[in-house]
Nanobody, 121 residues
Framework: QVQLVESGGGLVQAGASLRLSCVAS????????MAWFRQPPGKEREFVSA????GGNTAVKGRFPTSRDNAKNSAYLQMDNLKPEDTAVYYC??????????????????WGQGTQVTVSS
């Protein structure tokens, strides 16, 4: 069982930056693809970006770049030049999807509780 805990969200003005962190425990972190999703108010959960684990070790590009530090069991999402439409609850997720399924939230087994990001205009 893998537990994921996100942090780093908050209320910022448009143009600001935030760095989200996701710390994992309870599993072999390096084996998992770590992905970020977000869910804007009243909308479906959507893919943000991902970094594949062992067997891939490559980033899957999306709205913001992601990185990982396997020694710290952590994944990060660097969000620069934030816009009001980036307002959402951001989730990190862990799983082992095939490359063609990386952007599908149903392909992930473990999820964090989410962290709110609000961008004011």
């Amino acid at each position: 069982q893998v537990q994921l805990v996100e942090s780093g969200g908050g209320l910022v003005q448009a143009g600001a930056s935030l760095r989200l962190s996701c710390v994992a425990s309870g599993g072999t972190f390096s084996r998992y693809t770590m992905a970020w999703f977000r869910q804007p108010p009243g909308k479906e959960r959507e893919f943000v970006s991902a970094y594949r684990g062992s067997g891939g070790n490559t980033a899957v590009k999306g709205r913001f770049p992601t990185s990982r530090d396997n020694a710290k069991n952590s994944a990060y999402l660097q969000m620069d030049n934030l816009k009001p439409e980036d307002t959402a609850v951001y989730y990190c997720a862990a799983g082992n999807p095939i490359l063609s399924n990386v952007r599908n939230p149903q392909a992930y087994i473990y999820w964090g509780q989410g962290t709110q990001v609000t961008v004011s205009s």
